[in-house]
């Protein structure tokens, strides 16, 4: 077991120490990152102190350390996953053979593509949500928000720790872009397009969260599973912070329809708007905007990129080890659909060309839990609503659907239908700046604004009234 360097200038497991050269690039890449945090990340509460925890060991328990830190000051570091001993590559054409601690010459290009794009999306995030701690709607919900963020701070670190570590110059130089590129920066974006969106409201941070984190749940699973084990023990502890991530998104929406189904009980309406609230069809259309852009994420249907990825053993399918057939995929086939002038169809293609469609499907089975949950919130307080997740074809701008339009209930719609009613199917503007008016910042203990529902427990055994952030 890697043993923790936690007192280093850069707190590590991967015992930077004995390698001068990799600690010397890193150590100056590290005030480059810190210059970044001070230019793009948060830009409320920049020093207060925020309760946070901090990775200090990959361990049972001791990997998360509570206690209030200014962010300038937190403790980014490289952790890796414990190696787990006679791994075996478990797919692909090196199905069998042992894994990788090097980077095999024919695939270095290919895998640090793999790397840079997952990479970019780490401080993609943070920008994204920069400005949004002005407008919090509480301090245990401030708090969640900067913990996400450094944490994608933390990723990044991640992502860039196997640059630098095994990739030489060209590693380096992809390291610094990445903190070049800047969401929704005209000259020099972000790489992936959900990635450039804005963040401007706590509505989509927790939509974001929710759905577009999950996207990135997924590919650090898939990631998990690669060949060049580095590469698998980083997201396998990636994966564990990335958890809190997609429960503030959860719990975050699961509060907001609460709060929604409280005061359409209260005034006996579904149109709470004058009330404070956020109506349900909005709520619907937030969901599908978010749900949308973030399949975007996954690729094409079909793929020759993601089937030489898979055939090499760079990225695995989600939970690869689990399924239930060769590994290979050259022979097993599948449907995906298919837009043709006679409309939406399908059609057979091998597993492996289709590995995309594959992870997208997991995906948005996953996604369906929330809504599940959000609806069983609604059930409860006796609302004879349901929130659903759009057609896999609606308001796509990758793949098979990207020159149609489709209703969010999977027809093809034609333009002049699709402008007609895209105010009931996205966030309007109205509903943009409905939600803004409602965006006002929370600071005193244990208060919250009065579109959100408060969580029914706080951190880490703290009660919810407790200052997460001291202002
Ligand atoms: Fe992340
Ligand atoms: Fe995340």
Redesign the pocket.
Known sequence: MASVDITAKIPNNVDLASDRRLQRALEQWQPKFVQWWEDLGPSTFKTNPVYLRTAIDVGQGGWANFGHVSMPEYRWGIFLADREPNRKIAFGDHKGEDVWQEVPGEYRSALRRLLVVQGDT?PA?VEQQRHLGGTAPSLYDLRNLFQ?NV??GR?LWAMVYLLHGFFGRDGRDEADQMLERHSGDSDNPRILGAFNEETPDWLSFFMF?YFT?RD??YQLASLRESAFDPLSRTCDFMLK??AH??FVGTSGVDRVVQRTAELMREHDTDDIHPYGGFNLDLLQRYINFHYSVSLDLFGSETSTNAANYFAAGLKGRFQEERRNDDHLLKSDHRLVPEVTGAGIGTREVTQLSALNETLRDDYAEDCQKGVDRWNRTLAESGIDVTLTLPAVGFHRAVGAFRDYHVSPGGRLVDPAEWNANVDDWLPSSADRNHVQSLMVGVTEPGKIAGWLAAPSRGIHGQPVEFEYVKI
């Open positions: 780490e995030s996400v944490e994608e990723h969260t984190d990135g749940k912070e990335e991530h997609m």
